[in-house]
C-alpha cells in the first residue's frame, strides 16, 4: 500500500482550526458580481461536493439534489445575502428568457 498523500489546505482551512466556509458574505475570488438587465446580482458556482443538500430551484421548480454542481445568487444590494437562491447553472443562464409570470421568489 502506497502512504497517503497530503491534501493541500484550502484558503478557508489555513488558520488551522477548519474555518467555515461564509456563505452569505460575499468573498472575493469565490463570488463575481453579475451585472444583469434585471439588476446586479452576486453570484457563486458550487461544485457537486460543496453540494451536500437538496434545493428547489426557482427557474424551472425542479429539485437540485445533493452533490450536483450549481450555481447561488443574490441581489447585489446590501442585505441582499437574505434572498439568496440556489439555481441550476442552465435555469440561472436563461431566466431572462421565460418572462413573466413566473416568480423567482
Given at each position: 500500500?502506497?502512504?497517503?498523500?497530503?491534501?493541500?489546505?484550502?484558503?478557508?482551512?489555513?488558520?488551522?482550526?477548519?474555518?467555515?466556509?461564509?456563505?452569505?458574505?460575499?468573498?472575493?475570488?469565490?463570488?463575481?458580481?453579475?451585472?444583469?438587465?434585471?439588476?446586479e446580482?452576486?453570484?457563486?458556482?458550487?461544485?457537486?461536493?460543496a453540494?451536500?443538500?437538496?434545493?428547489?430551484?426557482?427557474?424551472?421548480?425542479?429539485?437540485?439534489?445533493?452533490?450536483?454542481?450549481h450555481?447561488?445568487?443574490?441581489?447585489?444590494?446590501?442585505?441582499?445575502?437574505?434572498?439568496?437562491?440556489?439555481?441550476?447553472?442552465?435555469?440561472?443562464?436563461?431566466?431572462?428568457?421565460?418572462?413573466?409570470?413566473?416568480?423567482?421568489?
Open positions: 500500500m502506497s502512504p497517503r498523500r497530503a491534501r493541500r489546505a484550502g484558503p478557508f482551512d489555513r488558520d488551522g482550526k477548519g474555518a467555515a466556509r461564509p456563505v452569505g458574505a460575499f468573498v472575493p475570488g469565490l463570488d463575481r458580481t453579475e451585472d444583469w438587465p434585471d439588476g446580482w452576486r453570484v457563486r458556482r458550487l461544485t457537486g461536493g453540494a451536500d443538500k437538496v434545493y428547489r430551484c426557482p427557474g424551472c421548480d425542479q429539485e437540485i439534489g445533493a452533490r450536483v454542481p450555481v447561488v445568487s443574490w441581489p447585489a444590494w446590501p442585505g441582499g445575502e437574505d434572498e439568496r437562491r440556489h439555481w441550476h447553472s442552465a435555469c440561472w443562464r436563461n431566466r431572462l428568457r421565460h418572462g413573466p409570470g413566473r416568480s423567482r421568489y
